[in-house]
């Protein structure tokens, strides 16, 4: 165990530039051998939480250092905490908050920072509980092309970019890919096979356009009806040419696959066959997907996100999880293995690479449970 607090988020990435990965959990970053506590940032408590829904890092201001971008579920401002440099990581001094947009939009259940238009820049990706939310997506567009970037779409929400603080190369512009449809629950990927990266929440999915995705509004195609994990893992589970989706019930027992099986003639619906992976615990509010075993498949790592409200949800009180789940293409099933049980559950996200320098995948979480890291043996 690293720290134990309520904070859910935490990333890896090489913060001081000594050529080993750190990990960044909230409040705190961990430096990469001997992983002692060093602060990085307040945050408030907030009813059982703390006010941050994850942690994400990106060199916002081009000095070739990686900072920690940051949103929250009920404040409506995303921060940039700015990387301080040697002398200051050394000393353990705070990292230099600064405003990177002020969303307006509240009650948000995490965000993805993924690449979805191609163009090598990831994407601040928001997710809202709220089912009539508009589904926001930010561009990182560098500040000196901000007013020609705000003439695209931005007019629908009233989205202009903020003059962030702290010589930010780069701003949020924000596009709305629909005014009323998100709900809990997202992810990113091609779900019918176009070759664009669709978006998809907790209500149905959204198609990304032909062209100029950020110049219109998205397709909505409300195929489904969920209250699913962040994130989603879309991928062609069966190998049979079109994508599956793997979702884990964020505040309930479930977790399953959804076999894409073709469209439906007469009402344009993808269709799907659900198949059960697990329901003997409850909260797989988060999954990842990668080769942790090293045998050239990827394979499924979730658990029990603990206390995700604050006990009230089923399950809520059992005690915390950890897994991973490997596929077999032949019986097209998953057969699940113990990482940890008892003490070791989930947050909002799950790091899995090699942490350490010894070529295996390793794992960190950060949940109410602790953050702890996992060596791989």
């Known amino acids: 165990m690293l720290a134990l607090d309520a904070n859910e988020g935490v990333v890896a990435g090489d913060v001081d530039g000594d050529g080993t990965i750190d990990l960044v959990a909230g409040r705190n970053w961990f430096k990469g051998g001997d992983w002692a506590a060093r602060p990085l940032r ?9 006010q941050s829904n994850g942690d994400y890092l990106f060199d916002v201001n081009g000095d070739g250092r990686l900072d ?3 949103g929250s579920f009920l404040p409506t401002e995303v921060f940039w905490y700015e990387n301080p440099g040697d002398e200051s990581l050394r000393l353990g001094k705070q990292w230099p908050a600064h405003l990177l947009k002020d969303t307006k939009k509240s009650q948000n259940e995490g965000q993805l920072f993924e690449d979805i238009d191609g163009d090598g820049r990831p994407e601040w990706i928001v ?5 009539d939310c508009p589904m926001m997506v930010y561009r990182l567009v560098e500040s000196s092309s901000v007013d020609a970037a705000d003439s695209s779409n931005e007019k629908a929400e009233n989205e202009t970019a903020d003059a962030s603080d702290g010589n930010a190369k780069y701003t949020l512009v924000g596009h709305a890919l629909g005014e009323t449809a998100n709900g809990h629950g997202v992810a990113v990927g091609d779900l019918n096979g176009d070759g664009k990266t669709d978006v998809l929440v907790g209500q149905g999915w959204y198609q990304q356009p032909e062209s100029n995705p950020w110049t219109q509004p998205w397709i909505f195609h409300a195929d489904w009806d969920l209250h699913s994990s962040l994130p989603m ?3 062609d589970l069966d190998q049979d040419g079109d994508s599956d989706i793997i979702i884990g019930k964020g505040h309930d027992y479930g977790l399953s696959w959804w076999e894409q099986t073709g469209v439906d003639e007469s009402t344009g619906k993808l269709n799907f066959e659900v198949h059960e992976i697990d329901s003997s615990y409850s909260q797989p509010h988060s999954l990842a997907w990668v080769d942790l075993d090293g045998d050239g498949n990827k394979d499924l790592i979730t658990g029990k996100r603990y206390y995700a409200h604050n006990s009230r949800d ?7 999880c950890l897994y991973y789940y ?3 293409q032949k019986t097209k099933t998953f057969t699940r293995h113990t990482i940890d049980e008892g003490h070791v559950g989930c947050g909002l996200q799950i790091v899995a690479q090699d942490l350490n320098g010894d070529s295996k995948v390793d794992i960190a979480v950060a949940g109410k449970s602790g953050t702890y890291l996992l060596l791989a043996k």
Do not use: L, Q
């Open 42 to 50: 307040n945050i408030d408590d907030w009813n059982g939480y703390v």
């Open 68 to 70: 920690v971008i940051a």
């Open 127 to 131: 997710n809202s509980w709220k089912k």
């Open 233 to 235: 893992i879309v991928t």
């Open 314 to 320: 089923p399950g809520g009180t059992e005690p915390p």
């Open 326 to 328: 490997t596929w077999d």
